[in-house]
């Protein structure tokens, strides 16, 4: 989990009541079209995509605190409104959505958990897949990038079900993360991916 500075615990302490989302989450019934975002890392792409859609609800979801505070400090900074904030486990919080309803998920830049003997422990698997599928809404979709290409391979293999297509990046701001992999001449990759219904 991380340490927390002062910083981050003020903004904790004092935007939590604004933004935040307390388990059991089993009262939250997101709005028709609601975008779920899986790690948000310090939140600087959340609050970018917020401002510039600010008719679409956000619900961001990560554990790591000092990311969560950041992201707080973001949206009281920019006076975004449309994002909720969950800091805890995106199995737990998918578990308790309801059928059919997020528009968007967005999984940018997960862990790609390069090791072989890792692979399991990544976001991105088939019981998660079947999740994902089922709390979609019928027109709604995967958005997946990172820069990791046997991330890629791997996201292909367990969406097989799904139909995938690789997008440009358009409008999606470049995160902190795709920032370092780009200085590492790692170059990004973008799929959108569809439950086949």
Known sequence: RGRTGPTSRDALERLWPVYGVDPPYDGLVPSPGTVLEIGFGMGEATAAMAAAAPDVDVLAVDVHPAGVASLLRRLEAADLRNVRVVEGDALALLAALPSGSLGEVRLLFPDPWPKKRHVKRRFLRPT??????????????????????????????????????????????VTGYERRGHRAGRASVDLRARPRR
């Open 128 to 173: 998660t897949a079947a999740l994902l599928a089922d709390r979609l809404a019928p027109q709604g979709f995967l958005h997946l990038a990172t820069d990791w290409p046997p991330y890629v391979e791997h996201a292909r293999e367990v969406l097989r079900d799904w139909d995938v297509e690789l997008v440009e990046r358009g409008e999606r701001p």
